[in-house]
């Protein structure tokens, strides 16, 4: 095996239906532990940036393709997303994606571009011919249903771009308005959101804690096996969730902080296949911030930023058993 490189940590969480790899030397990043499991690559908030991304079976994107929703953006975006190995490429719009929200769009063009971009050309590239070859789906408040290399196991994933209004962005919504929106969301194995549930990973570098009430107070509903968002870049991390009836099913409070996801915390083996799961064992979600935007305390290790998604902010590998 190719010798760890010691710009990063091995954090690494596991149940015996999970493994989620945080933080990873690419060239040591283990195989999934069988075909029993499928593999999911956890990106967000890539601002038309490129870097280094492992392959696997689905590729996750939980929005901020681009800066602004310009055309050379999601040119810029969509060409990498082409090339990527993944043969099933699952993508939301996030806040910055502004031209792909067109009813905000059609009045905040005019102080937001010098000139007015055209829709069209971005939902060509999002949903044409080369995105159904590269196997690219845009999803927007909506439902999509797929199996690995056509056959196994049938997964769920719903997407949704909206969080709470965040100044003058697009897919915004009133706090207040929360609990109508996502109340529509139906119950589905994995759930993108572009803005994270309130007191999950969603610490800003204030201290305070802006993730979306409504959205967790509807989690031990919905309960994913994988939740996937982005938007706090500081926030980035990841967490496996067990819903215990004996608490209540109560959602997680977790931040970055925790010493779970600590790069410090005494480095972690490469996963093995793990044990079995039995009919008695609670469901779990795992939790992904997968903001991949160097930001907050992890962006500075001696006193060096690490690069865009590098070190403390890479994709989030997730295997979960089918």
């Not at 055209?118 to 999803?139: H, P, W």
């Not at 779970?260 to 044990?275: C, G």
């Not at 935007?293 to 403390?312: C, Y």
Request: aromatic letters at 10%.
């Amino acid at each position: 095996m190719p010798q760890k490189d010691p710009h990063y940590s091995d954090v690494i969480l596991k149940s015996p239906t999970e493994v989620v790899y945080l933080e990873y030397t690419p060239s040591r990043l283990p195989p999934k532990p069988s075909d029993e499991w499928t593999r999911f690559v956890c990106i967000s908030d890539t601002h038309a940036r490129r870097f280094e991304i492992p392959d696997g079976d689905v590729l996750l994107h939980s929005g901020d393709l681009t800066n602004m929703g310009l055309v050379k953006d999601f040119e810029k975006t969509t060409e990498w997303l082409y090339t990527l190995p993944h043969k099933i490429k699952i993508i939301i719009a996030g806040n910055h994606d502004l031209t792909l929200h067109t009813e905000y769009y059609e009045q905040a063009h005019v102080y937001n571009h010098k000139v007015k971009q055209d829709v069209e050309v971005i939902l060509k590239m999002l949903k044409g011919s080369g995105a159904k070859k590269a196997g690219l789906i845009y999803l927007h408040d909506e439902e999509y249903k797929f199996q690995v290399n056509g056959k196994g196991r049938e997964w769920s994933v719903y997407g949704s771009p909206w969080s709470p209004e965040f100044f003058d962005f697009a897919f915004g919504y009133p706090r207040e308005d929360a609990p109508d929106l996502i109340a529509k969301f139906p119950k589905t194995d994995i759930l993108l959101t572009h803005g994270p549930p309130f007191q999950i990973l969603d610490q800003v570098i204030s201290g305070l804690e802006v993730g979306c009430e409504a959205l967790r107070d509807r989690l031990p509903e919905l309960r994913p096996r994988l939740h996937l968002f982005g938007h706090i870049h500081e926030a980035h991390g990841a967490c496996i969730h067990a819903w215990d009836p004996a608490l209540g099913n109560a959602p997680p409070t977790i931040q970055n902080t925790d010493p779970s996801m600590s790069i410090d915390r005494p480095e972690v083996k490469d996963a093995e296949a793990p044990a079995e799961t039995t009919d008695t064992e609670l469901d779990k979600t795992v939790f992904v911030n997968a903001a991949n935007w160097p930001m907050g305390r992890n962006a500075h290790r001696e006193d060096s930023k690490p690069p865009f998604g590098g070190p403390g902010f890479q994709a989030v590998v997730v295997d979960l058993k089918n």
